[in-house]
């Protein structure tokens, strides 16, 4: 029914969804961006990989068909759902600040396409810790398919576009970038990528694990890089990174479990404050395209914003209070939201002096068993910093641009320089990746996240109040119309919908300034509870695909 009604109310972004039936499976199912991927995932469960198999080698797998953010040169995220009763397991493989790393190294100005910009890589390692800890297959059958893909895959449209766009940028200016993605005419549909360098640092990391990378030939490589073109990562710094187990931080919601990354994410936190905020309020009296409650939305997103950016860093590094996510908080902050006017953000954060993509991805992966992953990981900007480690194959990221710039300086843009997420040699830089798990009386029900930098944590929100608080089917809640208010800049982005121009000047009349622009890529997965049925939330906004075992 609810989903009858979004797709009347949200015709635009619902025609092609209309049209499509529902993905679902008995048994596994995998749903990330890239289609290649999708099915190296099935290919890993129907070999009889779990959940955490079957992520490692889409992992693998989008390394080499999503250049732009699929990644073995960056980080992230993953959120594992044990099953068997078993409390869900946070592995953080976010990048750190190199040892040479400092506080003001971006406080002049940074050119994010330099390998300066880039941190120590987590994703080899946090795979490895994954796979060490829940995996069934062999390793090497798990990086075997990505190889594969390396030694030629072909492009799809959007990949074709995004090349050809990341090639005719003059900001492009490293020759291996050139060398490895370069073709002369430009990218089309069907074309034929064929990435030799990358195959083989793949296989040695199939063969000799994520020492292969961290300390191994690659490490050279990457070292050598870093000489040629003044990047700050040693050799001490690759041996000494480590992917950590952490507890996922847990909220709860009108009965719901939440379960989100703990910091270096921030976003975990701030979904579980949002929806404390939510709690106290009758969402579902105004429709979720309503005017009425994107003012609901904006002024939740923008207090639980100003929290982030006074509070959050590298719990390893500083002290992140616990009062956060609770309920008592929540019932604070909204003590002073008004219905029909929006709050100005600096009167959120007195104590600061206030002067502020396809980048990202995120892929969601169930079982049979019921054992289920939720995975966002990324090199930052799309493409990185743009330099491809010579000889190696692979996109450095260029994370460190997520940490504060210029200590001590918030401004009205955007900008953050408050103390919890300044650089410091071996700090991970605060993110918005959100993977998320929602359960119900001990049984998982969504598995979410998106990309897109800091609206990811408002896009995760959306589509958990699309879904429980609608009622909304996981694929009507994906293609939902998002918003995101993220404190500084002072206003309210919104995706296209129906009657935009009214949408717009209603807000404007409450103080709400307004742009419109596309968000996120939350390739989401739903589980029934009666009857174990998984469906698939495939976001068409990119590319995507989803599909089951059986
Ligand atoms: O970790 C973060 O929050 C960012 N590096 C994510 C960047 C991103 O999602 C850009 N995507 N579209």
Known sequence: MLRAALLTAFAVVATTVAADPPITSTGGMVVSVSPPATDVGVATLKAGGNAVDAAVAVAFAEAVTWPEA???????????????????????????????????????????????????PG?????????????????????APAVKLADGF?????????????????????????????????????DVLKQPDLAKTLQAVADGGADAFYTGKVAEQIVAEMTASNGLISAADLKGYTAKVRKPVHGTYRGYDIYGPSPPSSGGIAVIEMLNMLELQDVKAHPWASVETAHL???????????????????DFV???????????????MATFDPDKATRSDALAPEIDVKDGTNTTHFSIIDKSGMAVSNTYTLENSFGCRVVVRGAGFILNNEMTDFNHRPGVTTKAGGI??????IAPGKRMLSSM?????????KLRLVTGSPGGRTIINTVLGVIVNVIDYGADVQAAVDAPRLHHQWFPERISAEDRPGFAEFEKALKAKGHAVVKHRQGDAHSIAIDPKTGLRTAGVDKRLDGKGAGTE
């Open 70 to 120: 699929g990644n073995i040169g960056g980080g992230g995220f993953m959120l594992v759902w044990p099953g068997d009763g078993k409390e869900p397991v946070f592995i953080d493989y976010r990048e750190t600040a190199p040892a040479k790393a400092t506080a003001e190294m971006f406080a002049k100005g940074v050119n994010y396409q330099s390998a300066v910009t880039a941190g120590v």
């Open 123 to 143: 994703t080899v390692r946090g795979l490895e810790l994954a796979h060490a800890k829940f995996g069934k297959l062999k390793w090497k059958e798990l990086v």
């Open 417 to 422: 320089g408050t103390l919890p997420n300044q």
């Open 297 to 315: 939305m904006a002024e939740v997103m923008r207090r639980a914003f100003a929290d982030r950016a006074v509070h959050l860093g590298d719990a």
């Open 319 to 333: 002290k992140v209070p616990t009062h956060l996510v609770s309920k008592d908080h929540a019932k604070s902050l």
């Open 434 to 442: 959100t993977p998320t798990l929602v359960a119900k009386d001990g």
């Open 154 to 190: 072909a492009v799809t449209a959007g990949l074709a576009k995004r090349l050809n766009g990341v090639l005719t940028d003059k900001k492009t200016t490293n020759a291996e970038f050139r060398r490895v993605f370069g073709k002369v005419g430009g990218w089309k549909a069907g």
